[in-house]
């Protein structure tokens, strides 16, 4: 979601970002396309003694379908760039040359998402060093695993949607599925009050699935208009009579049972910002196996701007 | 959060403990008339939440004053302990351990031990102090882990006879039968004020002490002392606790910052580094999807008990 040309940097240079600043100063904005971003990434040091020459190695991907594994050569081409595969590297490996266990540090790469790039794409951090080094039974190549288990890795896969009071914001959601299991889509409990969320699925979707703190509605017309600005003939595709909403945004809510199939689904998520109150929080929207093993999801800043 | 400024000013911050006094308000005003916690306090009044319920709020002045809603609910007089022979001019309370809703330990500045325990819906008082505890300042109190009849407390000042860590056996009735277990030169705690302690939950043998010159542990039940301090600015020790499920020990110094040491490692390791995939990832342990923020972070949009994931 492009905030704008040129950017508004947050800082000028990497040598003005301390860690205080960057812990108070710095947010979370979207990349924006075909202008110089910069991304930041702070590294910690919970040892006793410096840590010598800390290898950085930063990238992208387009996650519209999810974050995809890393490929095949990525550890033994590691901090080097990998043959294939679906990542991007953002720039060259940096190295720190020391980072004390009371200070950390931070990076800066200067990058230029191509116009291209999806809007749901994320960035995988990689950090590496000869004194702590990455354990080998711990380099996979499942996104999912390795962000969970490894300190060492950083996955940043977080949307802000700035949005003026009374706009409605639609983005894609991509959900996975094998046959013959049950998923949950689950919203969870947001400050972010007044906001309407809601979900519309995909016109032929096996029937059975539940609510939960949600409630079946009927697009409005300013809501079918600014959906079929975003999807365009996509809108065909999905099932807009039925809109399943959060019936409370603060208590947060999910669809039980729900099929996903082999190929999994593309639902539109819908967030209507408030047109009066000016309340901002997160959302994250998840998808559950059985209601119980957590897959994945997407979390979201959502900003009131006045328009 | 609970926090005392200094003497019965109060605060309690249901934001995580976010800066600003908006986001404490006080719970106990001194500019009102009639504050609701009574009774002269030392500078620094102890303020303990009922270990096994943290609606419950306790703090010492001349007497242990109660709230059953973390100090929203007044103070009310009703709830007060007065313990017997403190009157405020002469002693004040100087350590409170809250143990558990229906056991109170407390002590004093001049060396009382007092054991509160309700029944009924009503407290009763027992004088544990007896020779040969000393009659010292007396910084915490706490019972064994595994045995609440058990008390510990450790001492302010210098030639404290016998030391500056004492074990009280609770009887039935009565005062605690006292024993110094603050070791035997060269392997005691050192004839310092002793501001702390903590004792393992795992291991009630095992005992940290924070002192004015760093911390000592003991893992025999106080027969034995070492210094503990390693890593350890040249500083006094105010408060020290341990996170239990992370074995964590930490220590509050007096104006050298909060330290802390991993005791599920014989060493710390020389190197760690770790990147952040979100506020409470702190890098000992894999990121934990979907716990609650306990605290706000603005700039990226998360309020108290937003769900954190590990992208």
Known sequence: MPEGSPPAYQTSLVGDVDYVFFESKLGHRNPQRGVVNRVYVQVHNRGIQDAQNVVVKLLSADATAGAPNLPPDFWTAFPGDPAGGLWTSIGAAQIIPVIKPTEPAILEWDWTPPMSIAQHSCLLVVIDNAADPIPPANKGFDIWALANAERHIGWKNVHVVNAVLGATFWTPLRFFGTADRLYSIRFSATTARGWQLGLLLPRVMPAGFTLRGMVRTQLSNPQRESLRRAVGDGIERLDTEALYQVRQPGRGGAIDRIVMGQEGITAMLMLAAPSTANRSGTLSVVQELDGRDLMGGSTYVLNVMRG | ?311
């Open chain 2, 1 to 311: 959060m609970i926090h005392g400024y200094y003497s019965r000013w109060i605060a309690r911050s249901t934001v995580g403990g976010a800066f600003g006094l908006a986001n404490w308000p006080l719970i106990n005003d001194l500019n009102l008339p009639n504050p609701q916690v009574r009774g002269p306090s030392i500078f620094y009044p102890p303020i303990v939440l009922d270990e096994t319920n943290p609606n419950n709020l306790a703090v010492g002045t001349d007497r242990i004053n109660l709230d059953t809603s973390q100090g929203t609910g007044g103070f009310p007089d009703a709830n007060e302990i007065s313990l017997p022979g403190v009157t405020g001019t002469n002693d004040r309370i100087s350590a409170l351990n809250y143990v558990n809703s229906n056991l109170i330990y407390a002590a004093t500045v001049n060396g009382r031990v007092f054991r509160c325990d309700r029944a009924g819906g009503a407290w009763t008082v027992r004088v544990l102090h007896a020779a040969p505890l000393p009659n010292r300042w007396i910084w915490d109190v706490a019972p064994l882990p595994a045995d609440v009849n058990t008390v510990v407390v450790v001492m302010a000042g210098y030639g404290v006879p016998g030391g500056h860590v004492w074990q009280g056996v609770v009887p039935a009735a009565g005062a605690a039968t006292w024993t110094a277990i603050s070791g035997t030169a060269p392997s005691a705690v050192p004839d310092v004020s002793c501001s702390a302690f903590q004792i393992d939950p795992l291991d009630g043998n095992t005992i940290y002490v924070g002192t004015d010159i760093g911390v000592f542990r003991t893992i025999d039940g106080g027969v034995t002392w070492t210094n503990f301090s390693e890593g350890l600015p040249n500083v006094a020790i105010y408060d020290i606790k341990l996170h239990e499920s992370g074995r964590l020990l930490r220590a509050g110094t007096h104006g050298r910052g909060m330290w802390e040491r991993r005791l599920d490692m014989l060493a710390m390791p020389d190197v760690q580094v770790f990147v952040r995939d979100h506020m409470l990832h702190a890098g000992r342990v894999a990121p934990v999807n979907g716990i609650a923020s306990p605290y706000a972070e603005p700039l990226q949009g998360v309020a108290v008990g937003d769900q954190l994931f590990a992208w």
